[in-house]
């Protein structure tokens, strides 16, 4: 971490409670008040320096009641309270003083507030508060730090741009690194594959091991609303959407507790606060991950925090994982989000069903009229979603209901892709042991057919293990489902 060191004197300064003194020769004149602490300081190094203790003191009255007596001032709104304040008068009186990356940002607020500007003194607070913020500024962990310490001084480093300036510099840092990451991915991939010409690294492990991801930890300790603003300036500096992404998904995974899928159901219910209600008194708006290990928010902070990274996510297919869409579909339904965040991960998925697992396709069902232990519902708007856009009908929706009466839906689609001219050349070219788009429409065709038949058993012998192994098994995308599952418990 970057310094510097200011001033020439020794320390004269000694705390006694909540009081500071200056141990000099001369008596203090002046008290000034900053909450509960109280500083016993001169008025000639104050008013040499700053505009507004120059002009308090001018205008100071004493009490009409008792009259005389040292003047007291009161600063409770200056930025960094207390702390700032301290190094500040430190710097009226010359004293040793170290700036960093911790301490640079609200000394740059109190300077401002307290008006120390070169019109009062030449080479003024300001002045060597803006010189040393450019140093931090040219380093990366320096700046996340400064960034993270402008929470604590809003609006006043939004009023001097500091926060701007903070995300500027670190969104340009990452953009300069990921310009070359297409260059170190493609190394990673040589260095990936074996003697037989098999790759022995996914993608999110070659990202790791070439440093792709560098930055994902440091920014996930930002607040919500400073990380949004920072993916938000990289998207604008030109950073790819495969980059952003990984990004939003560590960040995701990190604040809430019910994302990854070994996550049992009943801990992530117990996390998210079933019953509705949820402690912790923080506010949505500064939800972070690293807050979140010292005080659980609440359901609704989490609700919120959820739609605000689903909206987040870029656009471009394929960016965000399946896997991950999935479990945020999870969370969504146990946070009870907006039915316009769970139809944006639905499209999602619908878009990249290809490569989803089968054990991942296991919603739980959460509504009040529960027939079975999956929600199929959600799995068949999923579906739909998929052969739109594999068809290029669009990617409206039509609900179960309209399907069963023959309104569209599955059936629709799969009706429209059987008259659609298949691109025979692509399927060719198509790695061995993959599913084809063609392989997919074929299953959903079948389970089309039986679809409406399942859930007429279910309503009828209210036995959901046996219907749901006949969806699952007619919908085997990707991979099998995962030894081990435990067996689906069957009513009685």
């Known amino acids: 971490m970057v310094t510097m060191k200011l001033g020439s004197k020794p320390e004269i300064f000694v705390l006694e409670d909540l009081t500071w003194r200056c141990t000099t020769e001369l008596e203090s004149d002046v008290v000034v008040e900053v909450g509960e602490m109280s500083f016993y300081l001169h ?5 040499s320096r700053s505009g507004v203790l120059q002009r308090m ?3 100071y009255q004493p009490p009409a009641v008792g009259g005389g007596g040292m003047c007291t001032l009161q600063l409770d709104d200056i930025p960094g309270g207390a702390k700032a304040f301290e190094l500040a008068a430190k710097f009226c009186y010359d004293v040793k003083i170290e700036l960093n990356a911790l301490n640079v940002v609200c000394l740059r607020c109190a300077a401002e507030y307290l008006r120390m500007t070169d019109d009062y003194a030449e080479g003024n607070l300001i002045t060597q508060a803006e010189s040393f913020l450019a140093d931090v500024l040219a380093n990366w962990k320096d700046s996340i730090k400064a960034l993270e310490t402008c929470e604590g001084v809003l609006p006043t480093a939004e009023d001097l741009h500091l926060v701007s300036r903070c995300i500027t510099a670190l969104a340009s840092k990452a953009c300069a690194s ?11 991939v040589d260095k990936d594959a074996l003697w037989n010409g098999i790759r022995s690294g996914d993608t999110a492990s070659a990202a790791s091991a070439s440093g792709m991801d560098w930055w994902y930890e440091d920014v996930s300790f930002l607040s919500l609303p400073m990380f949004k603003r920072l993916i938000q300036a990289m998207e604008a500096k030109g950073m790819r959407a495969e980059s952003i992404a990984g990004a939003i998904m560590f960040y995701a995974g990190r604040f809430l507790p019910g994302l990854k899928r070994n996550t049992s159901f009943s801990n992530a219910l117990a996390s998210y606060g079933a019953d509705g209600g949820g402690g912790g008194g923080m506010s949505s708006r500064n939800i972070t991950p690293r807050a979140a290990s010292v005080s659980a928010p609440s359901e609704g902070d989490q609700r919120y925090f959820l739609e605000e990274i689903v909206a987040l996510l870029p656009t471009k297919k394929g960016v965000a994982s399946t896997k991950f869409l999935l479990g945020m579909l999870r969370t969504a339904m146990l946070l009870h989000a907006s039915p316009l965040c769970r139809e944006n991960l639905e499209r999602r998925i619908g878009a990249q069903l290809e490569d989803a697992s089968l054990d991942d396709l296991l919603v739980p069902n959460l509504g009040y009229h529960v027939e079975t232990l999956y929600d199929i519902d959600c799995v068949q708007r999923i579906l739909d979603y998929f052969m739109s856009s594999t068809d290029g009908i669009g990617t409206g929706y039509t609900s179960p209901a309209l399907a069963e009466d023959g309104g569209g839906s599955l059936g ?5 892709s059987t008259q659609a001219e298949e691109d025979t050349d692509a399927e060719d070219d198509a790695p061995e042991g993959k599913e084809t788009i063609t392989d997919v429409k074929a299953r959903v065709s079948e389970l089309e057919k039986e679809c ?6 279910i309503r009828r012998l209210g036995k959901p293990r046996r219907s749901w192994s006949l969806l699952t ?3 085997g995308f990707g991979a099998k489902v995962q030894q081990g599952q435990p067996a689906l418990p069957s009513s009685k």
């Open 412 to 416: 629709g689609a799969v009706a429209a």
């Open 57 to 59: 003191i001018s205008e």
């Open 43 to 47: 008025k000639f190094p104050l008013l």
């Open 473 to 475: 098994r007619k919908c």
């Open 178 to 188: 990921d310009a070359a990451a297409p260059l170190l991915r493609n190394a990673s």
């Open 452 to 457: 409406k038949s399942m859930k007429q058993e």
